[in-house]
């Protein structure tokens, strides 16, 4: 063997957590009311916009650290909301540049709601973690529609 070749270590340790974060994400669906592949742009970014951010208050409950939250968010945005590859690449780009204030107000906010959504799916109040974002949809679909 060349010394200088290094064997890449077999690293599964995301593997439950992306089980635990696919189905919080089909839950936040379920309470939503939504079918998420029929909604419309607006819906669909709204609902990952939000999800990030219960993702994003997962990864610092558990200690994981920015490329972990990052690989998650990815995978989690292709399993549960169906994204493809490019898209979910660039709606968790959009989320990660959104968590600097300043960046994208709209976002940052709604980032915030997830968190606090995460809040609520782990303190099992599921007719909380409903209202809330069903109030950040219907708010952005009342001014879409004038």
Same mark, same amino acid.
Do not use: C
């Given at each position: ?7 890449? !270590?077999?690293?599964?340790? @995301? ?6 974060? /696919? #189905?919080? +994400?089909?839950?936040? @669906? ?12 607006l819906?669909?970014?709204?609902? $990952? ?6 993702? %994003? +208050?997962? *990864?610092?409950?558990? *200690?994981?650290?920015? &490329? !972990?939250?990052?690989? @998650?968010s990815?995978?989690? %945005?292709?399993?549960? @909301?169906?994204? =493809?590859?490019? +898209? $979910? $690449?660039? *709606?968790?780009?959009?989320?990660? =540049?959104? =968590? #600097?204030? *300043? ?14 959504? &995460? ?12 209202? /809330?974002?069903? =109030? ?5 679909r ?5």
């Amino acid at each position: 063997m060349w010394p200088f070749t290094k064997s890449k !270590e077999d690293d599964t340790s @995301l593997v439950p957590r992306r089980d635990e974060l /696919n #189905t919080m +994400a089909r839950t936040l @669906l379920e309470v939503a009311r939504l079918d998420f592949d029929s909604s419309s742009q607006l819906e669909q970014a709204l609902t $990952a916009t939000f999800l990030f951010g219960m993702i %994003f +208050a997962h *990864g610092s409950t558990h *200690g994981m650290q920015p &490329h !972990e939250v990052h690989a @998650l968010s990815l995978v989690v %945005f292709q399993d549960t @909301l169906h994204y =493809s590859d490019a +898209a $979910a $690449a660039e *709606g968790v780009q959009q989320a990660i =540049s959104a =968590s #600097t204030p *300043g960046y994208h107000n709209t976002m940052h906010a709604i980032i915030h709601r997830g968190i606090d959504g &995460h809040r609520q799916y782990v303190e099992g109040d599921r007719a909380g973690l409903g209202e /809330n974002i069903q =109030s950040v949809l219907a708010h952005f679909r009342k001014n879409e529609e004038g």
